[in-house]
């Protein structure tokens, strides 16, 4: 997008300060931000200012229409541009609107249904300026919970290696009683070395069936060939992977390993035991992390014995990222990706606590992962996946004598 001069009067400069005028000034300043983009946008797509001669006009101006735009500070007014040839279009609000709108559903409901506080009452009258109806809520997640559907069900159509999961506990409200529900979360690292979020599904637990079925529902919907599965040691979920994806590598997350290894630990000992997992961790290849392991056994047998059994149980599962080229190993060895994207949605649970019903979390939930899967696929690469699959090529050579 080219790039622009934003003209603020001096009148509206003023109102920013005193305090009383403060909300309705920050108001108006985003309102004059965003319709000065939108008449940039109009320009750039018609080739051509307003009243500007130009070989590159495309089309002309036909009036404005007005939008309305409910944000945290208020509702404003955007006037968007007409076309003659009415090709205008902006999808500059679409992210933040899918989100907002999700959040902003969901407390409504829950004043409908009667179980929102004074204080739910007061934010989405706040939010949004006014009351609402059981059939307006109705018609907006008619607009919204389509496209939410849509994501959650897409066909999956890339090669995704490197698949990350892990689940989130939610409250629901259920035939009147509030209810912990898991979300389960699927994160990919695709063939161009984007991330993205293939797929989210509601259960009642994390047993072996919830996660199977999830996992059934992501390869009929395509996703095959991948070679490493990370997740924590959730013995449910473990045993799904085991069966969903036989000749994959699993990586126990080194992060939960840790925490687990130094609960077991006395707290004299915590310190150093952890730095020689941090040794174990960055071993260059297999044979120096065994020799660190022997080490590490050797020094706290004796006085940290039940850690010293957990961390030789588990050596070969937090280490299956050593057979990868080295560059890979470090944000492949933890769930730590997928926890970040947890915090994200920890910050809008909170402000819920307890969702109306099954359906709301989705819409929540599944409007903030779009937004985060949209800035990723869009964003800088995750991993330079092109040594990847040239050690690909090059295993394959040493097993059957030729490059394919």
Request: include cysteine; charged fraction near 30%; aromatic fraction near 8%.
């Amino acid at each position: 997008m080219a790039q622009l001069n934003i003209t603020l009067n001096t009148e509206l400069l003023h109102e920013l300060f005193p305090k009383e005028t403060k909300d309705q000034a920050f108001t108006k300043l985003l309102e004059e931000i965003l319709n000065q983009v939108l008449l940039a946008q109009s320009a750039e797509q018609l080739g051509a200012a307003p009243y500007e001669r130009s070989e590159q006009r495309t089309a002309y101006r036909n009036g404005f229409r007005d939008r309305d735009l409910t944000t945290r500070i208020g509702t404003i007014t955007l006037r968007v541009p007409r076309h003659r040839n009415g090709e205008f279009s902006t999808s500059m609000f679409q992210r933040y609107q899918r989100s907002e709108q999700a959040l902003i559903l969901t407390m409504i409901e829950m004043v409908i249904n009667g179980v929102s506080t004074r204080k739910i009452e007061n934010v989405t009258e706040e939010l949004c300026g006014k009351s609402f109806s059981k059939s307006t809520v109705s018609n907006l997640c008619k607009q919204l919970d389509p496209i939410v559907k849509a994501f959650q069900n897409r066909q999956l159509e890339k090669h995704y290696p490197f698949l990350v999961v892990d689940a989130i506990y939610l409250k629901v409200r259920e035939n009147g009683r509030v209810r912990s529900k898991g979300l389960l979360i699927a994160k990919v690292i695709n063939e161009s070395g984007h991330r993205e979020i293939i797929g989210f599904q509601m259960a009642n637990s994390e047993s072996e069936t919830s996660w199977s079925d999830f996992f059934s529902y992501l390869q009929e919907r395509g996703l095959a060939d991948v070679d490493l599965v990370v997740s924590d040691n959730h013995k449910g979920l473990v045993k799904a992977i085991q069966k969903h994806f036989q000749g994959a590598t699993w990586q126990r997350c080194q992060t939960h390993f840790s925490k687990n290894i130094l609960d077991k630990t006395p707290k004299r000992l915590k310190a150093e035991v952890k730095a020689h997992l941090r040794s174990i961790y960055d071993a260059r290849d297999i044979n120096e992390a065994r020799r660190l392991l022997a080490e590490t056994l050797a020094k706290f047998e004796r006085s940290a014995a039940k850690a010293m059994d957990l961390l030789e149980e588990g050596f070969e599962d937090i280490l299956a990222v050593i057979g990868l080229p080295e560059k890979y190993r470090k944000r492949l060895r933890t769930t730590n990706s997928i926890e970040r994207l947890n915090e994200e949605i920890r910050r809008r649970d909170r402000v819920i606590r307890i969702y109306p019903n099954e359906a709301s979390a989705i819409r929540l939930i599944g409007a903030l992962l779009i937004e985060h899967d949209e800035k990723w696929s869009t964003g800088r690469k995750y991993l330079d996946m092109e040594e990847y699959y040239d050690f690909l090529k090059q295993k394959k050579k040493a097993k059957t004598g030729f490059i394919a």
